[in-house]
């Protein structure tokens, strides 16, 4: 009887909190110009396809010569790979890249910087051809290459680490938490750890502060989505390691995570302004945060104070959160389709009479009617008169990817 009593909490509350709480833009709905990562055909290029046959048998000659583990050959190796990905040929040239990354591991041992370069072009391989698994593979590698994310930080480093970020958001907005949700919240643990980190160096805050704290929160705004998901699922009680997290009662972890996570998100944005005080764009983080939360009057003050610095950008609404705007990779969503939209956002920032304009063959009234759901479900930003007054504003053109 208890055990049917738990059950229909979790989901009367599951449902709850989705109800009461927005669908961030850009989980399921994002500006057609974030997309601009997708696979184009490759037309065959003749002059290149001789390069590649040239390099590839220069390649084996210098083997013949050198035997196959000299270091000269790794370069060689790398030229293939680059040559290979500009004609297409994707598995040909991850192979090659494989051949190189082997090549300087025997030769400068497993954390030998030489294979950054090597480990950049499988990155940006695998982004081409849409391969996550090999990518998460490669992009964590190389953060834990440039250091893990502990100081001192370097450039190198601090650029692993925000791709690496950017790759595990795109896993926890795409794949259900079942198989992943452990991984995800030790994950969470290590990036709130690093970015803290970096907003309190001085020799880094004043530029890389802004970037990881827009991702650090794009993780909260996906998380509190899936709360509901997280507390039904025994395995994720022993993820977070705070010990007032263990102590607390089955139902009660739930009302106290988003309690938590909404002040979070608040202390790591007041935190961006501590180093920024007068930024644009970390004035309209808090602000986007606080509306999405619907606390409305705080964040219509620094909406205000925002607007005076970039009062162009307050002329239109905006879908919430516009900072830091939540971006899919595209080459993992081979099902995506474009549409064109109209509607009206109230002064409330309320979606009102959403429109499916024009749609691409791929998008059925099936999934238009998905598209508008997610739409009316969504939080505007109101347009800004004289950067005091919230308007509505009739009809907002979107031009968006639905990648449901």
Not at 113 to 141: C, F, H, M
Not at 250 to 264: D, F, G, S
């Amino acid at each position: 009887m208890l055990l049917m009593f738990l059950m229909f909490l979790m989901l009367f509350l599951g449902n709850m909190t989705l109800a009461d709480t927005p669908v961030p833009f850009g989980l399921f709905v994002q500006l057609l110009d974030t997309t601009d990562n997708r696979i184009e055909e490759v037309s065959p290029d003749l002059s290149r396809r001789a390069d590649l046959a040239a390099a590839e048998a220069i390649l084996r000659e210098r083997e013949q010569v050198l035997g196959p583990y000299h270091p000269a050959l790794a370069p060689l190796m790398v030229e293939v790979a680059a040559i290979a990905s500009a004609l297409g040929d994707l598995s040909r040239a991850a192979d090659f890249y494989d051949r190189a990354l082997h090549n300087v591991r025997v030769n400068n041992g497993l954390y030998g910087d030489q294979q950054l370069p090597i480990l950049r072009g499988l990155i940006a391989l695998y982004l081409e051809s849409g391969d996550r698994e090999a990518l998460e593979e490669r992009a964590a590698y190389q953060f834990r290459l440039l250091g893990s994310g502990l100081p001192p930080f370097e450039e190198g480093e601090l650029k692993a680490a925000l791709e690496f970020f950017d790759v595990t958001l795109d896993v926890l907005m795409d794949v259900g938490w079942g198989p992943r949700g452990r991984e995800l919240l030790q994950f969470h643990d290590r990036f709130d750890a690093m970015t803290a980190a970096v907003c309190q160096d001085p020799s880094v805050r004043s530029e890389w502060c802004q970037p990881f704290t827009f991702r650090l929160a794009g993780f909260y705004y996906v998380l509190e989505f899936k709360l509901d998901v997280l507390v039904d699922d025994q395995r994720f009680e022993s993820a977070f390691s705070d010990p007032e997290w263990g102590s607390l009662e089955r139902e009660p972890r739930l009302e106290a995570l988003q309690r938590r996570l909404v002040r979070k998100g608040e202390d790591v944005f007041e935190r961006l302004l501590s180093v920024s005080p007068d930024q644009h764009d970390g004035l309209s983080a808090l602000a986007d945060w606080l509306w999405f939360y619907r606390q409305k009057t705080r964040a219509m003050a620094l909406y205000e104070q925002a607007c005076r610095l970039q009062p162009d950008r307050f002329e239109k609404p905006g879908a919430l959160p516009e900072y830091p705007a939540l971006k899919r990779l595209m080459a993992f969503m081979p099902g995506s389709s474009e549409a064109q939209l109209t509607l009206s956002v109230t002064d409330r920032g309320v979606a009102k009479n959403v429109v499916v304009a024009v749609s691409n063959p791929a998008t059925d009234d099936r999934a238009a009617a998905k598209l508008k759901r997610v739409l009316r479900d969504t939080a505007f930003r109101p347009a800004l008169h004289d950067c005091v007054e919230p308007v509505a504003l009739s009809p907002l053109a979107m031009d968006v990817v639905s990648t449901q």
